[in-house]
T-cell receptor, first 115, second 115 residues
């Protein structure tokens, strides 16, 4: 079985500052890793995913995450945040065999951007 | 393509009353999921369908929850009778083997409040 720990429930930052949202996972098998974003009153949207290959993956809106197998981490970073990045961010893990058929989510990190 | 559609968006009911949620997945997606998201938590899988067959319902509280996907397309999740602790957001998602089971698409959710 897999599990996910998001180490911060809330992260307040100022606009244009860098941010890191931390995610650690546990699994006895090879995994896929995901970051989903949930804007206020919206459903979850896939932000980025690690499947294989390069351990650094990027989203279209400037976020990136790095898969670190030795530290079992998949932290999400952005060098300069915008007010529109205010949302809740969920890290998720699945086994490679099951993929999206068996996503296990973390508790979420609420990112608040202050002007 | 149209996304996952859920209705209603919001529902307020008194405890012990029945309630039903409806989901229309993305066209062609044969896998459908119901998740429950408690306040301040990540989503948790309730049930997964492959076409009309429920292949993973281990987390569904079967004493009061039921689900169906009669024609392998739309799905309904029912709670009868509802309890105060059922207040949550109920999310529907769908996925397809065309993407190698690496992405689940979520609807906007139904926010249930039991009073």
């Amino acid at each position: 079985a897999q599990s996910v720990t998001q180490l911060d429930s809330q992260v307040p930052v100022f606009e244009e500052a860098p941010v890191e949202l931390r995610c650690n996972y546990s699994s006895s098998v090879s995994v896929y890793l995901f970051w989903y974003v949930q804007y206020p009153n919206q459903g979850l949207q896939l932000l980025l995913k690690y499947l294989s290959g390069s351990t650094l993956v990027e989203s279209i809106n400037g976020f990136e995450a790095e898969f670190n197998k030795s530290q079992t981490s998949f932290h999400l970073r952005k060098p300069s945040v915008h007010i529109s990045d205010t949302a809740e961010y969920f890290c998720a893990v699945s086994s490679r065999i099951q993929g999206a058929q068996k996503l296990v989510f973390g508790q979420g990190t609420r990112l608040t951007i202050n002007p | 393509e149209a996304g996952v559609v859920q209705s209603p968006r919001y529902k307020i009911i008194e405890k012990k009353q029945p309630v039903a949620f409806w989901c229309n997945p993305i066209s062609g997606h044969n896998t459908l999921y119901w998740y429950r998201q408690n306040l301040g938590q990540g989503p948790e899988l309730l049930i997964r369908y492959e076409n009309e067959e429920a292949v993973d319902d281990s987390q569904l509280p079967k004493d009061r929850f039921s689900a169906e996907r009669l024609k392998g397309v739309d799905s309904t999740l029912k709670i009868q009778p509802a309890e105060l602790g059922d207040s949550a957001v109920y999310l529907c998602a769908s996925s397809s083997p065309d993407r190698g089971w690496t992405e689940a698409f979520f609807g906007q959710g139904t926010r249930l409040t039991v009073v």
